[in-house]
């Protein structure tokens, strides 16, 4: 008879044990968040609840969206926008180039070449 109840309470145990673990489990994203001091905290706080609903199926998710933040660097695409400005200028000063290029060919086609003239001359006179 001892042994039933000490069973009982076992499992009693093990349930309440599981279902405070489930709920810890579920917030490990918030704390991440909350660390970082993420700009969407509260939504994945309130994700994190849902998740509960979903058996943890978007708790992957929740975790890649709270570590992606971080705020001294903020969301990391810093840099690539500075890589885009520097090829957006270098772009900028190609055009340029090509533009007065071009000028300069058309001037340069515009204008009779000497050495041009004088084989025509030559032709002419023989």
């Known amino acids: 008879m001892f042994l039933d109840y000490f069973a009982l309470g076992v499992l009693l145990f093990v349930i309440i044990i599981m279902f405070y673990g489930v709920i810890a489990i579920h917030d490990i994203p918030y704390e991440i968040a909350k660390k970082r001091n993420h700009p969407q905290q509260d939504a994945l706080h309130i994700a994190g609840w849902v998740s509960l609903f979903t058996l943890h199926a978007i708790w992957p998710f929740l ?3 709270a570590t992606l933040y971080r705020e001294d660097r903020g969301w990391g695409f810093n840099t690539v926008m ?5 090829l ?7 055009r340029q ?3 007065e290029l071009q ?3 058309q001037q340069l ?11 025509i001359s030559n032709k002419v006179e023989v």
């Open 63 to 65: 975790w890649i969206w």
């Open 103 to 105: 000028s300069r060919l």
């Open 97 to 99: 180039t090509v533009t």
């Open 109 to 119: 086609e515009s204008t009779p070449s000497p050495v041009v003239d004088a084989k």
């Open 88 to 94: 957006e200028d270098d772009v900028e000063a190609l």
């Open 82 to 86: 500075k890589r885009e400005q520097a």
